[in-house]
């Protein structure tokens, strides 16, 4: 009986690695993590994105959509403007701790 227990906490251990991965995943992509970064500081409108982005409107657009797809940013519609912000404020401490992790490791910021 204990063996079924001690599966099923390693299934929940492979489900949340798995969550946690796909997380990763989506923010190891440099354009996304600029777009997240940007949007620490306030919300911003794609032509703000694409200035501090670099990129091309088709390609943040596709960024955009993925990061809002997957719960990481929201947006709202101000007559013809689209405005994104960060969805949950616990991306923002995950970003500071990556960015704390990079300057131990590397000793320099991102």
Same mark, same amino acid.
């Given at each position: ?7 099923? $906490? ?6 949340? #690695?798995?969550?946690? #991965?796909?997380?990763?995943? =989506? ?16 919300? $911003?409108?794609?032509? @703000? =994105? ?13 960024? =955009?959509?993925? =990061? @809002? ?9 101000? #007559?013809? $403007? ?10 923002? $401490? ?5 960015? @704390? ?10």
């Amino acid at each position: 009986m204990n063996i079924n227990i001690n599966v099923n $906490k390693n299934i929940s251990k492979l489900n949340d #690695a798995k969550k946690i #991965a796909k997380i990763l995943n =989506l923010l190891s992509s440099p354009v996304r993590l600029l777009i997240v970064c940007a949007l620490l500081e306030k919300e $911003k409108t794609v032509t @703000e =994105l694409l200035q501090e982005t670099g990129t091309t409107i088709g390609n943040i657009s596709q960024h =955009l959509r993925r =990061l @809002e797809d997957n719960g990481i940013l929201t947006n709202r519609k101000d #007559a013809n $403007k689209v405005y994104y912000s960060i969805k949950n404020k616990n991306v923002a $401490k995950f970003i500071n701790g990556i960015k @704390e992790l990079c300057q131990k490791i590397h000793n320099n910021l991102i």
